[in-house]
């Protein structure tokens, strides 16, 4: 019988990969009081396919622990715990002939020791969902009915992002007086507005024929009939289309394991009911049992955006997530850039972001962070 025993690790991920790795018969969780709220994750129950033990131990009472697992294979993860923890059961596998090893994520190696000798091997890393790493971390999805447009509404995010970019203000005012007109009309697929709106913004509702099956101006009136009325966000919201850009990036490259858009999260794991603390991150991925979560500025940013990106991140994916912020501007503040840096935040701006360079820019920065 494979037994691992496994020192509780403050963070989730940890207490899952060297059972991937080893495909036990018994997974032995020790943990510390203080980590009394972390036990007994929902997700690790369901993947770990093995009979599962939780034990409290101390210092004191640690060797009589792991004395009583005295199979014929017997495992231990020596990642978790306190330094001292680690120190002791490290000693106790040399004097009871038992396995320490230990599952380094960031270069995918196993490592275990045998005798004097350390061996290594390529770790296995389960694949995760965005869903399934931030329930990992204790927060939960909420079910949003989102429109992941087809080819038509990808024309149509694209004729919107370029209308913005070749005249950001024309834009803003144009969206500002949809969302009034929005504020009348909501639910509905046909708008109507004045003479004005049209002598205003025609140009405007020329230059984005993929939002309407029919724009015109007919007696008197502009008379607008979108595509669908999910198109509406495009027009309503000027960040959106930004939002929709960067997330086909991210899903064109084909390089991660999921990625979710307009992601909303219920940070305690509930039900989403009222009161609840919630945050809405704007792109999601995975990739290697990591959570890339990417904040999206159509416009001016502060520092204050650099922070939050970073906050959310740790919070919804651990220490080994990946916060990015992506920018349709080029601030050209060398002050962000060190504070991006300085709180290990991939920033990209314009000029990557129009050449699609995303997805590439976030996978050659995960290989040294």
């Keep these: 019988m494979r037994t691992l025993i496994e020192l509780y690790d403050d963070q989730q991920i940890y207490n899952m990969l060297s059972y991937f790795q080893l495909k036990p018969d018994r997974v032995v969780f020790l943990y510390r009081q203080n980590q009394e709220n972390l036990i007994r994750n929902s997700l690790i129950e369901r993947k770990v396919e093995a009979e599962i033990v939780y034990q ?6 640690l060797n009589g622990i792991v004395s009583s697992y005295q199979d014929e294979e017997v495992y231990i993860d020596v990642h978790g715990g306190n330094d001292l923890a680690i120190s002791m059961v490290s000693a106790m596998a040399a004097e009871k002939g038992l396995i320490p090893c230990y599952a380094g994520m960031t270069n995918r190696t196993f490592y275990w020791l045998i005798g004097t000798e350390t061996k290594t091997d390529h770790l296995n890393l389960p694949v995760l969902t965005v869903r399934e790493i931030v329930e990992l971390y ?36 144009f969206c500002k007086a949809m969302g009034s007109l929005g504020t009348r009309y909501k639910g509905y697929s046909a708008w109507k507005a004045d003479e004005k709106f049209w002598r205003d913004y025609q140009g405007t509702l020329e230059s984005i024929p993929h939002i309407f099956d029919r724009c015109e101006f007919v007696n008197g009136a502009c008379e607008m009939d979108f595509h669908d009325t999910a198109y509406q966000i495009l027009v ?40 609840d603390p919630n945050s809405e991150l704007d792109v999601v991925a995975s990739k290697d049992c990591r959570l890339i979560s990417i904040s999206c500025k159509a416009g001016n940013y502060d520092q204050q955006a650099i922070y939050e990106v970073q906050s959310n991140a740790v919070k919804f994916g651990g220490l080994n997530a990946v916060p990015v912020l992506c920018a349709d501007i080029n601030m050209e503040r060398p002050e962000y850039v060190e504070k991006a840096e300085e709180l ?3 920033l990209i701006e314009h000029n990557p972001m129009k050449e699609k360079k995303a997805a590439e820019l976030i996978l050659e920065w995960m290989k040294t962070h």
């Design 56 to 61: 409290e131990y101390t210092i004191d009472t």
């Design 138 to 173: 204790g927060g939960k999805v909420r079910d949003l009915p989102e429109a992941y447009y087809d080819d038509h509404g990808r024309k149509a995010v694209e004729e919107c992002l370029d209308s913005r970019r070749k005249n950001t203000k024309k834009w803003n005012a």
């Design 236 to 275: 309503t919201d000027t960040g959106v289309p930004f939002e929709y850009e960067t997330y086909y990036q991210i899903m064109d490259s084909k390089a991660f394991d999921d990625v979710d858009l307009r992601v909303n999260i219920d940070w305690n794991g509930g039900d989403f009911v009222s009161g």
């Design 344 to 346: 290990n935040v991939l």
